[in-house]
C-alpha cells in the first residue's frame, strides 16, 4: 500500500509519498528534478540507501540534537563544495528529524539554496519533521533557534525504515499522530500504520498550505506541546518528545473541561486516544507542577498569561491568556505516576501493520 499527500504550496508544490520500500522512487524523483549529481547525507547503514541514479557522495551523519548545529550545517556545506555540486544538483538527507533539520538547513543555505529532498527514517521525522518546510538548528542557548523556511522537493516516507526504529522512538511519533485525532485528523485508531501517517502529513499539508510561514493556523500544530515542551525540559528529556506532548495532550482536554470549551466526554476521549497508543497519560510524580508553570511562562505561544492550543465548539484554537490559577488546578488533579513506571510499560494497541 502507498498514499501520496500532495503539498500545494504555487511552484514549490511537491509530494510525500508514504508505504512499504516508497525510498526506491528516489532516482525518479532525480531524475524529475534534472540534477546530474547528489549528496546523500544519511544516518542509516549503506544498505538502507536507494539509488539515486546519478552521481553521487553519500555522507554518513548521525542523529541526535549534538549534531544539529551550524558546525555541522558549515561541514556539510564544506563537502557540497569540494564535491562540486552546484544550485541545479541535489541533496537528500536519510535520517531522523534532527538529520532532516540539519540537512535541510544546509541545502537553504547552499548557494542561496539547493533542492533537498527528505528521506525520514523515524516516525516522528516522518509525520511531523520533514514536512513543512521549517528547518533549523540548536544554539547553547537553546533548540531550533537558527533556522530557514525551505521546502522539499519530495518527501519519501518508506515505512520499511520503521522495522529497526526503538520502541520508546516508535512511540514518540504515536504521540505526534494522538495528537491529530484533535486538529482535523479525525479518528485514526485502528488504521493500517501507512494510513495514519499519510492522514497526520494531509492535516499538516492542509495548515502550511494557509500558514506556510507560521503566522496563525500553523499553531493549531502545537496541540499538547504547551505543557509538553514543560515537560521535556522539566524532566531533563527523559520523556521522549512524542511521549510528553501525549500528556500534554490528556492536559489539553482537561484544560479545555475546566474552561467550560469541551463537555466531560470529550475530555475523555483525549484520554482514551492517548491511552490506546499505548503512551504516557499521567504527569510524572516526580515533577513539580510549580516548575512546569514557570517553563510555560517561556513558552513563545505565551504573550501575555498562559498560552495553549484548546479544543472548543469551533475546534481547536489557541487560547491566550489561560489564568494561571485554573492551569494550576488542572495541573493537581491530573494522575500522577512516577517516572519509570511511565514510559515503557504499555505496548501501544496501534501496532505496526
Ligand atoms: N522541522 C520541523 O518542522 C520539525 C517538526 C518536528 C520535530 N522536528 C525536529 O525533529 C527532531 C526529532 O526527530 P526524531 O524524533 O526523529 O529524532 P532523532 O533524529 O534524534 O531520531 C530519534 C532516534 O531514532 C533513531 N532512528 C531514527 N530512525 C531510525 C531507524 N529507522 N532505525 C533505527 N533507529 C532510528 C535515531 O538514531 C535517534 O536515536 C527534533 O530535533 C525536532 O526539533 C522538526
Ligand atoms: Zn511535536
Keep these: 500500500m502507498r498514499r501520496t499527500v500532495p503539498v500545494r504550496l504555487g511552484d ?27 549528496v ?54 536519510c535520517g531522523g528529524g534532527t538529520t532532516t533539520d540539519v540537512v535541510g538547513l544546509a541545502a537553504a543555505l547552499y548557494h542561496r539554496g539547493v533542492d533537498v529532498i527528505h528521506l525520514p527514517t523515524s516516525l516522528l521525522a516522518q509525520v511531523d519533521a520533514s514536512v513543512g518546510g521549517k528547518t533549523a538548528v540548536n544554539l547553547r542557548e537553546g533548540k531550533n533557534l537558527v533556522g530557514a523556511f525551505w521546502q522539499p522537493r519530495a518527501v519519501l516516507c518508506d515505512t520499511d525504515y520503521l522495522s529497526t526504529l526503538p520502541a520508546r522512538e516508535m512511540l514518540s511519533g504515536l504521540g505526534e499522530i494522538a495528537r491529530c485525532h484533535f486538529i482535523g485528523a479525525g479518528d485514526l485508531r485502528g488504521l493500517p500504520l501507512t494510513e495514519q ?58 484544560l479545555a473541561h475546566a474552561l467550560g470549551r469541551v463537555d466531560r466526554s470529550r475530555a475523555d476521549e483525549h484520554l482514551a486516544v492517548v491511552r490506546h497508543y499505548g503512551l504516557p497519560t499521567a504527569l510524572p510524580a516526580e515533577v513539580d507542577p510549580e516548575l512546569l508553570v514557570r517553563q510555560m511562562h517561556r513558552d513563545k505561544k505565551a504573550v501575555s498569561g498562559l498560552g495553549f492550543v484548546l479544543d472548543g465548539p469551533e475546534g481547536a484554537q489557541l487560547v491566550t491568556d489561560v489564568p494561571q490559577e485554573v492551569v494550576f488546578r488542572v495541573l493537581a488533579g491530573m494522575p500522577r505516576a512516577p517516572m519509570d513506571s511511565l514510559v515503557g510499560a504499555a505496548t501501544p494497541d496501534a501496532v505496526l501493520t
Design 40 to 93: 546523500v547525507v544519511s544516518a542509516r547503514p549503506d544498505e538502507w540507501v536507494p539509488d539515486t541514479g546519478v552521481e553521487t557522495l553519500l555522507l554518513p551523519a548521525r542523529d541526535g540534537e549534538q549534531g544539529k548545529t551550524l558546525a555541522t550545517v558549515e561541514a556539510l556545506c564544506g563537502e557540497f563544495v569540494r564535491f562540486g555540486l552546484t544550485r541545479s544538483d541535489v541533496v537528500v538527507s
Design 197 to 254: 501517517i499519510a492522514a497526520s502529513v494531509t492535516l499538516k499539508a492542509g495548515i502550511v498550505e494557509v500558514d506556510e510561514r507560521d503566522a496563525g493556523k500553523r499553531h493549531l500544530l502545537n496541540y499538547g506541546h504547551t505543557l509538553g515542551h514543560a515537560l521535556e525540559l522539566a524532566t531533563g528529556f527523559a520523556l521522549r518528545h512524542g511521549e510528553a506532548v501525549a500528556v500534554g495532550t490528556v492536559f489539553a482536554g482537561r
Design 12 to 38: 514549490r508544490s511537491y509530494e510525500v509519498v508514504v508505504g512499504p520500500g516508497v525510498r526506491n522512487s528516489l532516482a525518479e524523483v532525480v531524475r524529475r528534478l534534472g540534477a546530474e549529481r547528489a
